[in-house]
């Protein structure tokens, strides 16, 4: 990890981020997103980029993966507006593709300053790219979820399935990764109560 730029507030570091033109995803986005909610959370969500749906609005996790995250989240009444919600990468890469290293490389120290800005307890990655990235591993996301991460700065990272995943993924039998989120998400519920 950078050293992160924690000289700026929540929303100042979110207005650079708009207008941001580090990497050729300026280009071709509409708007980035920055991300959005609590800036006192003692978790974040991180995903790995920003859907059409968000960036034509400029806001994380608004379109029907969106709104399955929601779902999930009010399933073990956690608020929404309670956690802080944001992406790896700030700008759609197009056609929904996985943002690459050199994106990545490029947008990280805005993950790293919102998270020295935030402070969380637990990071929840979800998704493949979030969690690889941030523990720099190359195990698959199946290998990943559900289990407890020592991370920088006392941080406990916390890999989940991505929604689009379960999207595409609508079995709730056993070993289902619908079946495995309600398990993960009732997990994080259970650590989050501690605090
Ligand atoms: S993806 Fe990140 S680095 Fe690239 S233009 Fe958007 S905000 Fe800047």
Known sequence: MNT?????TIEELADTIRKCQKCHLSRTRKMAVPGEGNPNSIVMFVGEAPGGDEDREGLPFIGRAGQLFTRILQSVQIDRKSVFITNIVKCRPPENRNPNKSE?????????SQIA???PKIIVTLGSVPAKCLLNSEEAISRLRGKWFSWTG?????????????????????????????RDIQELKRVLDTF
């Open 4 to 8: 992160p730029v924690t000289e700026f």
């Open 104 to 112: 990545i490389d490029l947008c990280l120290p805005y993950l790293e």
């Open 117 to 119: 800005l935030i402070n």
């Open 154 to 182: 006392g941080i406990k990272i916390f890999p989940m399935f991505h929604p689009s995943y379960l999207l595409r993924h609508q079995e709730t039998t056993p070993g289902s990764p619908k079946e495995l989120t309600w």
